[in-house]
């Protein structure tokens, strides 16, 4: 009898192992192998300095019902300047996120998103919601001149996409205390079809992934609530089936010139009328949720959410989209929000109290739900003295990268690094003509023409 219970118990064991180990919410992250650090810009210099807090994720654990994330919050790609007078740089958090593996709906009244962390990221980044924190009727908070530093009182919240673009890094980030976050999709402003910030001008056009309209958007983080957040694009049918479409947010600024209700008619404290001072879009009551657009598969729900296959997840489950308009400029509620879809579990822990599994990552490089669509960007091409390579993928570990001259000789090597798309090469030595980049991404290496004219 007891030897059954033993075979019952390993049987039971080993099911549970290869579940697990199948789980996005575990496989997924971005750990960090080999000793990535943090880097940061300073103002007026496009040159990084190295920083020595290990970036992306160092540990994943998992029991049962939860797995744990380490992390120090900061991000293989480069962080910084912010241009809007933050002194803050991005530093460690050094935190233990604790996520459901079995995440659930919740059927109740649905939990609003709050200032400060509301999910993260693969490479164990912030996420924050739409808002900056400040309203206009507020003591000490206000828009009207008041110390920054308090809190809103919930009536004209403002949106931080708009009121602080001018301090987001290329990669659309920046810190609060330290604390670097995302409140949108992580890609950079370079690359939007429509360039809404200059930031990337002097500093290098990096960010978490590129978006690529040609394939399911990877997935790219996990709400507190434990449900996927993916990027822009997806499968336009909940089935799978239609193509690739640019997934699609059911909120749309109101035709309003004044300031004086919410979307539903009630009447609120008088917010400033719609200026350019205090453009349409500023607050989040600016916005109202259109419920008929969820009819169209492609459009989400209030939640910024639908239920539906993606490569990680073929049998289907509620997913969150970082919405962006047809230029690929940020859309609102941009990630999660106003509210959860699903029962709010997950934590900042000081301490796993539980016994745990630690998940090893057995990568290959590049994401593996798209390996097979890798594309490789150079810019500029022609050059004179920088060029940059840029890899439209996640990549799960650093991706080799040499330059070779047009007789084949082998000039430098460099890396693409985990979680970031970017790397570069200084050519103002090289002379004029035809050089060859190799990119190794794994399952093969591909080969791009690069020009020089000096």
């Known amino acids: 009898m007891m030897k059954n219970k ?80 933050n002194q803050s740089l991005a530093t460690s958090t050094n935190a233990i996120f604790k996520f459901p593996l079995n995440p659930v709906q919740n059927t109740g009244t ?9 999910g993260v990221f693969i490479n ?23 110390p920054l530093g308090g809190t809103g009182d919930g009536v004209w919240n403002r949106d931080a996409i708009v009121a602080e673009k001018g301090g ?36 290098a056009a990096d960010g978490l992934y590129t978006i690529d309209s040609t394939q399911h958007s990877p997935l790219i983080g996990f709400a507190y609530d434990g449900f996927p957040i993916y990027g822009a694009y997806g499968y336009k049918n909940i ?17 309003i010139t004044t300031r004086t209700t919410y979307s539903t008619g009630a009447t609120v404290t008088t917010g400033p009328a719609v ?11 600016d916005y109202q949720y259109n419920a008929t657009s969820t009819s169209t598969p492609d459009y989400l729900d209030a939640h910024n959410g639908r239920f539906c296959v993606t490569p990680e997840y073929p049998n289907g489950i509620y997913c969150y989209f970082t919405t962006v308009d047809a230029h690929w400029n940020s859309a609102y509620p941009y990630a999660v929000g106003p509210t959860f879809y699903g029962t709010k ?9 539980e016994t745990v599994s630690t998940y090893t990552a057995t990568s290959t490089g590049l994401n593996d739900a798209i390996q097979d669509k890798v594309s490789v960007n ?77």
Not at 47 to 58: F, G, H, M
Not at 126 to 144: C, E, I
Not at 239 to 255: A, F
């Open 275 to 285: 200026s350019t001072t205090y453009p349409l879009g500023l607050f989040r009551e």
């Open 345 to 353: 579990v997950a934590t900042k822990v000081n301490s796993i109290t």
């Open 168 to 203: 987001f890094d290329c990669s659309k980030g920046h810190p609060a205390m330290g604390n670097y976050h995302h409140h949108q999709n992580p890609s950079s402003f370079k690359l939007d079809l429509t360039v809404i910030s200059t930031i990337c001008t002097l500093y």
């Open 378 to 454: 150079i810019f500029p091409n022609p050059s004179s003295d920088l060029i940059a390579i840029q890899i439209n993928s996640i990549i799960n570990k650093n991706i080799l990268v040499e330059l070779y001259d047009i007789a084949g000789r082998f000039i430098e090597k460099t890396s693409i690094v985990q979680g970031s798309t970017i790397a570069y090469f200084d050519t103002i030595k090289l002379y004029s003509g035809e050089y060859f980049a190799k990119i190794y991404t794994g399952n093969e290496v591909v080969t791009k023409k690069i020009m020089l004219v000096k």
């Open 239 to 255: 089935d799978g089936t239609g193509g690739i479409v640019r997934i699609k947010s059911s909120y749309s600024l109101r035709n």
């Open 110 to 118: 649905a939990t609003n998103t709050t200032g400060g962390n509301i």
């Open 6 to 85: 033993l075979v019952i118990f390993s049987l039971f064991l080993s099911a549970f192992i290869a579940n697990a180990q199948t789980n996005p919410v575990i496989t997924k992250w971005l750990q960090n192998t080999t000793g990535i650090t943090g880097r940061h810009y300073v103002s007026g210099n496009y040159t990084p300095i190295t920083d020595a807090t290990l970036a992306n994720v160092q540990t994943v654990q998992y029991s049962a019902n939860n797995v744990y994330v380490s992390t120090k919050g900061i991000p293989a790609y480069i962080t910084g300047p912010f241009l809007d007078g």
């Open 124 to 146: 164990g980044v912030a996420l924050f919601d739409y808002r900056d924190g400040v309203s206009w009727q507020n003591s000490t908070n206000s828009m009207k001149g008041g």
